[in-house]
């Protein structure tokens, strides 16, 4: 699908003029800003340690090739099997590849937006496999049939009354909308899948190059259960997601949940080297983990490196004001927001998005709050700079974007609009002709900046006397 203006603004229209959709993102990211802020007035030396980080993920990033094999060599001595997927096709032969040597047929899945990314999902269903997501939001849109609204809160868009709704409809309990009763309904349904799955797959949350382990944050302890039930566990990691080593990764969790859910730490934060030991009672026979690329490395040494920093915490979709309005569904994007609106056309290609570079007010609330301090403004305007030279901007705003772009830096060319504005309004005036809001614009002045300037310079200064 291409995802152009047009496209973004129809399901933003929709979400705008829904007052309980447009209801639920507001409170649920209200929530978040609140949590985040509490959280941060805890941790004086939060700046520095944002500096920290930044400078951490810029130079693992800057090194990429080097970390990740050090991570392969040290993941495989651990026991585990890495494998390197450039893309949907890859990741989804090498999965397929797995399942048949353990003839697996049901697969239980932790929240990964990087599988998203690919559509592992239907790919696995195409081929037989019953997949079942079982974070508690990733299980609500599976069930509901949606894609995720938001990147750590996946279906934030939906309000407790139609979870209910849904559950009744498609599990068959008729159940009260309170959480906890909606969570232990999905608990009691999930935990005879978690123990009839062949196969477990999740997400990375960070892998750490020093040790080969890979480092999987949740609150539900879904999982745990995703990654140690099943006798085979296949981690899928974006390449990027690496920290060289313990006492870096340390810093990255110290901010990831503060900036995410303005929790200290999340509930579980799980390490795993290798799959189980002789002498443990837990864990997979098989520990898989599957080094995604798709696009990543075309954009490491470019303009766009810094995208590649991200830590996925969520922090910029709750201050942006153009995701609050539209909602997540309108980037057609695993990511949405403002790190969505530069991730989702480097990725999956500008021609695709070129929509999203758009959807933002640049105010700079993103980078205000991004714990990496990721240029994001900057990096949305260096979109827009690519659209034009690549021909991707219809022509009618071409040709008004030059036009205004000539005017604006021909004093003259500006003196003959204003002027014509100007006369424009006073007929308006003068006939007392009203087009729908127009007359809420001043008049526009009568001599230019410029020229009042020039006027103010040839006055005496009176205060000097
Ligand atoms: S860009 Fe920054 S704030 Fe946004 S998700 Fe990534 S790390 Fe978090």
Redesign the pocket.
């Known amino acids: 699908m291409k995802v152009d203006e047009k496209a973004f603004r129809k399901i933003a229209l929709k979400t705008i003029r829904d007052k309980r959709l447009s209801g639920a993102y507001a409170t649920a990211m209200q929530r978040n800003r609140g949590a985040r802020a509490a959280a941060l007035e805890r941790v004086p030396d939060v700046d520095e340690l944002r500096d920290e980080l930044k400078q951490i993920r810029a130079a693992t990033v800057a090194n990429l090739g080097e970390h990740l094999q050090e991570f392969e060599r040290n993941a495989a001595r651990a026991g585990a099997q890495v494998h390197w997927a450039q893309g949907k096709e890859d990741l989804g032969n090498i999965v397929l590849e797995i399942a048949r040597q353990h003839n697996a047929r049901r697969v239980v899945k932790s929240k990964s937006m990087v599988t998203e990314e690919v559509h592992l999902n239907q790919m696995l269903e195409e081929a037989g496999m019953r997949v079942v997501e079982t974070d508690l939001g990733e299980y609500i849109i599976q069930l509901a049939g949606e894609t995720p609204s938001h ?1 750590i809160a996946p279906a934030i868009h939906q309000t407790a009354g139609q979870v209910a709704d849904l559950f009744a409809d498609k599990i068959g309990q008729r159940v009260d909308s309170t959480p906890s009763t909606l969570t232990q309904v999905a608990r009691q349904t999930l935990r005879q899948i978690f123990l009839e799955a062949d196969i477990g797959i999740s997400g990375v949350n960070l892998g750490v190059a020093e040790t080969g382990s890979i480092v999987l944050v949740t609150n539900e302890g879904n999982g745990r259960l995703t990654t140690s039930l099943p006798k085979v566990h296949i981690a899928v990691m974006g390449i990027e997601r690496l920290a060289p080593t313990w006492e870096e990764a340390g810093v990255w969790l110290s901010l990831l949940a503060r ?2 859910t303005g929790q200290a730490l999340s509930v579980y934060t799980s390490v795993i080297t290798g799959p189980a030991r002789d002498t443990e009672l837990d864990g997979p026979e098989e520990v898989h983990i599957i080094l995604l690329d798709n696009n990543r490395s075309r954009i490491t040494g470019t303009k766009y490196e810094e ?1 590649l ?9 709750s201050v942006c004001p153009v995701y609050l309005a539209s909602g997540g569904h309108a980037y057609h994007s695993p990511y949405s ?3 969505g609106a ?1 991730i989702s056309p480097l990725l999956f290609g500008l021609e695709n998005y070129k929509g999203l570079p758009n959807a933002s007010t640049l105010c700079g609330a ?1 980078l205000d ?6 240029d ?1 403004p900057r990096m949305l305007r260096e979109l827009r700079v690519d659209q034009v030279e690549q021909g991707l901007v219809p022509l009618p705003e071409r040709v008004l974007e030059q036009t205004a772009s000539r005017m604006l830096a021909t004093p003259l060319w500006m003196q003959v609009f204003f002027g014509l504005g100007r006369f424009g309004q006073l007929m308006m005036k003068l006939f007392n002709i009203k087009f729908n809001q127009l007359e809420q614009y001043p008049m526009v002045a009568q001599k230019s900046f410029r020229q009042q300037w020039a006027a103010m310079q040839e006055e005496p200064d009176e205060r000097q006397g």
């Not at 920093?309 to 979709?317: D, E, P, T, V």
């Open positions: 990147i900036f995410s995208a920093q991200c830590i996925r915490c969520g922090a910029c979709l927001g403002p790190i530069v993103c709050v991004c714990p990496v301090r990721i994001l």
